[in-house]
């Protein structure tokens, strides 16, 4: 099994900045995908971003230019650097680990984007 914990989440102001991370324990395979994705009242759950093992990252279109996912394989993190965010931004972000074995959440951290 795989526990995954979030932190960062919170309330921000538009444009400003906030960055999440990840935490990954239990059985972690050295390849695997990790991402964020968050969902908004009454709205799908969507993918924000993913990042594989070797470094090769995908981005939602509406985030694309302001958000940055990276990850520490040394410490089984992933984290995602939020900058200009906007009030439609706001949701819960959470963590995804995808492996040989098996497809692993986070239990999601609040993101709040409001004056």
């Known amino acids: 099994q795989v526990q995954l914990v979030e932190s960062g989440g919170g309330l921000v102001q538009p444009g400003g900045s906030l960055r999440l991370s990840c935490a990954a324990s239990?059985?972690?395979?050295?390849?695997?995908?990790m991402g964020w994705y968050r969902q908004a009242p009454g709205k799908r759950r969507e993918l924000v971003a993913a990042?594989?093992?070797?470094?090769?990252?995908a981005y939602a279109d509406s985030v694309k230019g302001r958000f940055t996912i990276s990850r520490e394989n040394a410490k089984n993190t992933v984290y995602l650097q939020m900058n200009s965010l906007k009030p439609e931004d706001t949701a819960v972000y959470y963590c995804r680990l995808v492996a040989v074995h098996g497809d692993f959440w986070g239990q999601g951290t609040q993101v709040t984007v409001s004056s």
């Open positions: 239990g059985s972690i395979f050295s390849f695997n995908t």
């Open positions: 990042i594989v093992s070797g470094g090769d990252t």
